[in-house]
């Protein structure tokens, strides 16, 4: 809850890393609760100001460069940009976006370490690192692998991501070795700056655990658990060939650690902007430095303990900066039930999104935020996509603007008409919505953007049931002027939802605007029963929102099964051999050719096929195989198969099968009947 009145508010939202595109997750968990916040903001005529950019340093993107045969400038170059367009067609509407390669952002940031190094804020210390001899380079975690010490798989130097999942340090790999040589790395001493936050903990706690207990519950949990142990000091400085360089003599081949240079980011950004335009935003110290302005991050709940721990103190050692009011971090949202992923390509991209389905930006936003993570995980899915949609925006809301609409222009040429005497009924229904600008601003100020949502689908709902229970249709034909009160009603619900839609919807909320004939609404007018006047000129209506069919879904479906068939068969790794047996073993099965002579399924058995075949018996033979979800019948009559002749007989859904037919499973558990290449009699041996 805001303690105070500030005169302004700055908003950042977290610099995405520019080593890929932007996925639904980032969008529920960061920039659309930002945008709805900022656009609130600035209907509300607040001044605000909303800071974003790329984050373009760190190892990732040094590998990526490296495995491209690229330059990492190259990598963000291109990312920024996907990033940057994605970010303007999809409506977050950052007042900059720009990125941590900016000269601007290199100097800020050299200049703010300087400050704090020159004032003997950070410590230097000697560690041991890998060092590798062939490179002639220091090693970061990521390019280091080895055993793990636990389970015994290949592990990073930083986690068994394959195994076991432990966090691990370098030197608890067994055999280590380099990934970029493959050497093995040695250890050698090397010296970096570290900002002690053991020095602050005491400040950390009074400022967080005792001024910010408003916080959002899994944000101030996470800090409490970090500050009831004994934080110590971190590294700002990194051995990396690829950042700002560090502006300290004796620091060649080091450079500002990402986690420092990335949030200065919000500050450099917004310096540029300042020194842009510095008539509309004035110096930027203002945005900053001034104890009148409110500081928010939104963030995803990974980065909690930087903006709230690291990022703090280090504007706290520096003495000049404000810190943060509110840190309304999200936690993480799933897809279709599993953890969202870039490196297994389970994920919704933006630019894509946008490809697959043009002019729905709004409905994403609907969705990601009528599912948003917001103190909790939640889950993303095709289904409640279409479900939402369909249901609730063109069947709720969609469905209330057109009635309104197409009735005005059926009976009043589309003018909006006066308003009569009112019944009980049109009382009740002005009723229900006349507090919805307090609940809304409510709920946005305390940044639940989920149920401020609830609240202005709400009056939709009101809407509709007012308009079915009033039925102008029929009480046109005795009562003409009754019709003019339900219309004129009506109109102003639509008014309303087009502001308490505009921070979520923004670009159906402007469809909105243009059939009502308005440019613009203030957040002031919200709740307001006289926004249209009698005789306004409405413009030509037209349908809000569209169904979703099935295939428009299913196409988005196959492409995420897609997207796991080629993970799964990129890191498909065989099954260990099974225990060494004797040759007399083998020779215990009998393995015969036979040829199919008929197939079909078994009824009231999913997965059942019932092979007819030609063992050369000269008696059919029949064989039940679970290989149904792989297979029509069909393709199966007049192929030559191998199957187990001796197993002894097994009855299944009442039919006797007399052996197994051989198969191979794929990588995806996919089943493929083995065939032969060349023609050989049924009932032919396998040797």
């Known amino acids: 809850m805001q303690k105070k009145n500030f005169k302004r508010t700055t908003v950042t939202a977290a610099l995405p890393y520019a080593n890929g595109g932007v996925h639904i997750g980032h969008l529920a968990g960061v920039y659309v609760p930002a945008d709805i916040y900022v656009r609130y903001l600035r209907l509300k005529k607040q001044d605000v100001i909303f800071i974003g950019g790329s984050d373009e340093h760190g190892v990732p993107i ?42 601007i952002h290199h100097k800020f940031a050299a200049d703010f370490f300087r400050k704090l190094y020159d004032e003997g804020k950070l410590v230097e210390e000697t560690s041991k690192q890998y060092y590798d001899e062939v490179v002639q380079e220091f090693l970061t975690d990521r390019d280091i692998i080895g055993e793990c010490p ?9 986690q068994c991501e394959d195994g076991c999942g432990r966090d691990l340090s370098p030197t608890d790999l067994i055999n ?62 990194r051995d990396l060939n690829w950042g700002i360089p560090v502006p300290v003599e004796g620091a060649e081949g080091k450079v500002l650690y990402v986690w420092f240079d990335a949030p200065i980011g919000y500050i450099s950004n917004t310096k540029e902007l300042c020194d ?21 991050h939104f963030i995803g709940k990974d980065n909690i303990v930087f903006h709230c721990i690291i990022f703090p103190v280090m504007m706290h050692a520096h003495g000049k900066y404000i810190m943060p009011d509110n840190v309304p971090a999200n936690e993480f949202l799933n897809l279709e039930d599993d953890k969202i992923s870039t490196s297994r390509n389970w994920a919704v991209w933006l630019h894509e999104y946008l490809a697959d389905l043009p002019g729905k930006q709004d409905v994403l936003r609907y969705v990601l935020t009528a599912s948003a993570p917001e103190t909790q995980d939640n889950n993303f899915t095709w289904r409640d996509f279409q479900a939402r949609n369909n249901n609730e925006l063109v069947a709720v809301y969609g469905n209330f603007v057109n009635r309104a609409l197409q009735l005005t222009k059926k009976y009043w040429d589309g ?52 308009i079915t229970e009033c039925e102008p249709w029929k009480v046109w034909k005795t009562d003409p002027k009754r019709v003019e009160t339900i219309l004129y009603i009506s109109l102003q619900l639509v008014a309303n939802l087009a502001i308490a839609f505009e921070p979520f919807l923004p670009f159906s909320s402007k469809r909105l605007r243009g059939m009502l004939n308005i440019d613009h609404f203030d957040w002031a007018q919200l709740g307001d029963t006289d926004i249209l006047k009698p005789g306004h000129q409405l413009a030509e209506p037209a349908l809000l929102f569209e169904k979703i069919e099935d295939d428009v879904i299913e196409r988005q479906l196959q492409k995420l099964e897609e997207a796991k068939k080629a993970n799964m068969a990129a890191n498909y790794k065989a099954k260990e051999i099974k225990p060494t047996i004797e040759f007399s073993d083998f020779e215990k099965l009998d393995i015969r050719v036979g040829h199919v002579k008929n197939c079909e399924k078994v009824k009231k ?14 008696t ?39 052996g197994m037919i051989l198969s191979a499973e794929n990588f995806d558990g996919d089943l493929s009947v083995t065939t032969l290449m060349k023609e050989v009699k049924p009932g032919s041996e396998v040797k």
């Open 62 to 103: 040094t590998i990526r460069a490296r495995k491209e045969g690229i330059t990492p400038q190259d990598v963000v170059d291109r990312y920024h940009a996907m990033i940057k367009k994605s970010f303007e067609e999809f409506g977050i509407s950052f007042d900059i976006y720009s990125r941590t390669t900016s000269a």
């Open 150 to 158: 636990y389970c015994h798989k290949q592990a990073y130097g930083n």
């Open 176 to 237: 280590p070795r380099s990934r970029r040589s493959d050497a093995t790395p040695v250890l050698r001493d090397t010296k970096n700056w570290y900002l002690p936050l053991n020095e602050y903990q005491d400040w950390l706690k009074q400022w967080i655990l005792e001024e910010h207990k408003e916080w959002r519950p899994n944000v101030y949990g996470q800090c409490k658990s970090w500050l009831e142990m004994d934080l110590q000091p971190r590294a700002m400085t």
């Open 276 to 296: 842009r335009e510095p008539e509309r935003w004035g110096p930027w110290e203002k945005w900053w430095q001034d104890e009148d302005t409110r500081l928010v």
């Open 415 to 466: 003018v909006v008409p006066a308003c009569g005497e009112l019944t009980d009924t049109d009382r009740a229904a002005l009723d229900e919505f006349k507090d919805v600008k307090e609940k809304v601003e409510h709920l946005l100020d305390n940044f639940k953007f989920r149920d401020a949502q609830k609240e202005a689908m709400n009056l939709a709902r009101i809407g509709n049931r007012y």
């Open 605 to 618: 058995a999913n997965k059942l096929l019932k092979f007819t075949l030609d063992d050369g018996s000269g």
């Open 620 to 658: 059919d033979r029949i064989i039940l195989s679970g290989i149904a979800k792989y297979y029509q019948p069909e393709e199966l009559i007049g192929r030559d198969i191998l199957f187990i002749a001796n197993l002894a007989p097994r009855k299944l859904m009442g039919v006797e099968s007399q």
